[in-house]
Every structure is written in C-alpha cells, then in structure tokens.
C-alpha cells in the first residue's frame, strides 16, 4: 500500500494504546461526522433496485449543483482504479505533489505518467489530472483556468474530494463537457469514509462506461439510504461549513503557537511547515495524537481538525509539553 493519512496501525505498533485511546488527525475526514439515525432492515438485507441507486444520483446532483450525468463509485478510490480503463494508455500528466494513488494506478495499467508542477504543463495529455482544492497543500485552481486546459488535453480529471466547503471552485456544474470528469468523495466531508461512497460525473459517454464497469450494485443499500439523507441536509452541510472555517482558524493559530508555518490547507486540514516534521509528529504521538509526515518534504506536518472539545483540548496540552 502506499504512502497514505488513516495508517493508525502504524501508530499503535510504535507508540502502543487502543485504537480508541487515539486521535487520528492523519486524514482529512471530519471528525464530527452527519448523524446517521436509522438505517431500515431493508437497507441491509435487499439488493439495491435501480430506483434507490438513482434516487442517490438525483441527491448527489442536487448537493453538487449539476444536471450532469453521474454515477455512485465505492468511494472516490473506486472510480481512480477504472480512470486507465476509459481509454487505451498513452500520456497521463498529474499535477503534483498530490494524492498519490493517482501515478501508482495509472503506471500500473501501462500509461507514461509525468508530474508536472505548473497548470499549463499538462496541455497535450491524453489524461490530465488535478486534484481541486490540492491534497496536501490546499491549492486551488481557478475554474475559468481549468475550462481553458479542456480543449488543450484529451480527457480532463477534476478530483473534488475536498470541495464540498468551497463549491463556487467546483467544475460539476459543467461537468456534461466532452472530455471533462469530476471525481467528487462522500466520506471526507460528511465524516464517514468507512461508508465507501463518492461521485463520478460527466459526460454521459464516460458515465455510462463506469456505470458499466461498476457493475449492477456499486454501492451498498446502507450507502444510499445514508447518502440520499445526507446530499439532502443542507442545513447540516451549511452549517458544517461554517464551523470548519472556525476551526482552520483555530487550529492555525495553534501552529503558530509553535513557530510552524501555514504551507496551505483545506477546510478539512492544515498543512505546516516545521523545522522537523518527523519530531513534531512523534510529540504529538506521545499524547497518542497522529498527524501525517512526507517522505518527500521532512519539513511538511499535515493536520486534520480535532473534533469534540475534549480533542482540542488534549491537542493543545500535547503541543504545550
């Protein structure tokens, strides 16, 4: 497996404690996640129909602003591992650094994968990807620049795992386009990534051959009857934004307790620059607090948000010691 956030087992075997005696701040998954209520019997024991899987398309349209076709994936990761299946392998550029599963699967199927550093440097791809906003760093792309790479590349991937705060940046809105695809992830934003749920949506050519390769059921009952709720609420999802805002600014201002630097962020993490990263992650370790380092950049400190006060709490007597 490569390099990922989520890898408390690797935190347990150094630093020792129960998986609830952790904080895991490592990932950028909400720690105050959309409240579940009541799953029906139904939900767990039937087959999903097609008019449940397209009563969760039509929610997640509605949350995402799009008449686009979409389709549910088992998670944004699933439609990642069908992108080198949509067409023959050639040039694959990806914006980078960025999420890393992106090179590994598209090296794995056979394509020339190239990391660029600069927007204009993945014209003439077969495949351009660009994660918006950037994991780790937080970049944002503006949506004008990204339209004006479209006709520039052969397909155009938009991974918005972390835009459910920002949606003025989102391209779903335009994402029935010849040649454009918008990943978008459920779990992030609404706290429950062990749901296994996200979004592809585009052009209805594209659609429909990941609708085909996902099979009849590429979500589970308990996922629609969730996400359906959920893509719905938004009270919750406004509401949700607002307090993430607050928290980034906390959580800044903490960090700059120490004498770390913003590098960037989203609304679901921080990213800091640290005179040694490897030390503050083991700090905060001894609190049993994991946060997540880069073997490219030593100096690079991610950090989800902490959740209930308790968190905060123990987040600041860690950095204190």
Known sequence: ?????????????????????????????????????????????????????????????????????????????????????????????????TYNEYAGVLSAAGWDVQEVSELGALASADLAIVVNPNNPDGRNQAPKDLLALLPRVGRLVIDESFADSVPQTSLAPEADRPGLLVLRSFGKFYGLAGLRLGFAIGHAADIDKLAAMSGPWPVSGAAIAIGCRALRDGAWSEATSERLARDCARLDEMARGQGWRLVGGASLFRLYGTPDALAAQEKLARSQIWSRAFAHNPAWLRLGLPGSESEWTRLAEALAR
């Open 1 to 97: 497996m490569r390099e990922h956030g989520g890898n408390l087992d690797l935190a347990q075997q150094r630093f020792g404690g129960r998986t609830d005696d952790w904080i895991d701040l490592s990932t950028g998954i909400n720690r105050v996640p959309y409240p579940v209520g009541g799953v029906s019997a139904h939900a767990w024991t039937a087959l999903p129909s097609r008019a449940e899987i397209e009563a969760l398309h039509r929610a997640a349209q509605h949350a995402y602003r799009t008449r686009a076709p979409i389709v549910a994936t088992g998670g944004a990761q699933a439609a990642i591992q069908l992108l080198p299946q949509l067409g023959p392998p050639g040039r694959a550029r990806i914006l980078a650094p």
